[in-house]
């Protein structure tokens, strides 16, 4: 049973509107959705006013696998390319590692049963660190604690994983948002690198690397 909320889901307006909000949020949940899609539910949806609501947050399994597509297509746009996480190809290699890293590495969070931002991260075992891959949210619902939400769950992995003795993650130089939000979590600007080595490299840029050691 869907959890309840105390904020109203739609924008007050007529009953076709709403009956066609209902009708697009069936097509999310049986994994039909499109960014297109997603954009419009963006402009049906009440987005919260306030700091701190409730938001849900459920690992990422096949079965909704396509809700973070389209999420990752919404935020980094539509040309599978992603600035603004790991510079990542967000292509079905991308998301057949996603799933093999496992629900509890890879979380989507959702308010009113709709997917409004995400994380993922994984196990690098050769520097024995948590490499934080991607954290994406819608940005109607920015500045709400989401991406924070998301980040609490990096750090209970990194915590209760004996093998973790740092987190770390790939920032590129022009993204200033992220590169506060990285700051003000308590990492550290460790280098500039040239070229990005991750997972799925796209193109040359350059990246800060920002670490935390626990």
């Given at each position: 049973m869907a959890p309840k909320y105390e904020t109203p889901l739609f924008h007050s307006g007529s009953k076709k509107?709403?009956?066609?909000?209902?009708?697009?949020?069936?097509?999310?949940?049986?994994?039909?959705?499109?960014?297109?899609?997603?954009?419009?539910?963006?402009?049906?949806?009440?987005?919260?006013?306030?700091?701190g609501l409730r938001f849900r947050f459920q690992g990422v399994i096949d079965k909704i696998i396509q809700q973070l597509k389209t999420l990752n297509t919404a935020v980094y746009g539509h040309d599978n390319i992603s600035k603004d996480a790991s510079f990542l190809s967000l292509d079905n290699k991308y998301y057949d590692s996603v799933l093999s890293w496992g629900p509890d590495?890879?979380?989507?969070?959702?308010?009113?049963?709709?997917?409004?931002?995400?994380?993922?991260?994984?196990?690098?075992?050769?520097?024995?660190?948590?490499?934080?891959?991607s954290i994406a949210v819608l940005s109607k619902y920015r500045r709400l604690g989401v991406a924070s939400k998301l980040y609490e769950k990096i750090q209970f992995i990194a915590e209760h994983n004996p093998d973790v003795k740092r987190v770390y993650v790939h920032v590129q130089v022009d993204n200033e948002a992220a590169c506060k939000f990285f700051e003000k979590l308590g990492f550290k600007q460790e280098k500039t690198i040239d070229v990005y080595t991750g997972l799925n490299v796209t193109s040359n840029v350059q990246a800060y690397e920002y670490s935390k050691t626990l």
């Open positions: 509107q709403e009956n066609m909000s209902l009708e697009n949020i069936q097509k999310i949940k049986q994994g039909v959705n499109t960014a297109n899609l997603l954009n419009h539910l963006e402009t049906e949806i009440e987005p919260p006013k306030q700091f590495f890879n979380w989507l969070a959702y308010y009113n049963d709709i997917s409004v931002g995400s994380m993922s991260c994984k196990i690098d075992e050769s520097t024995k660190s948590l490499q934080i891959v």
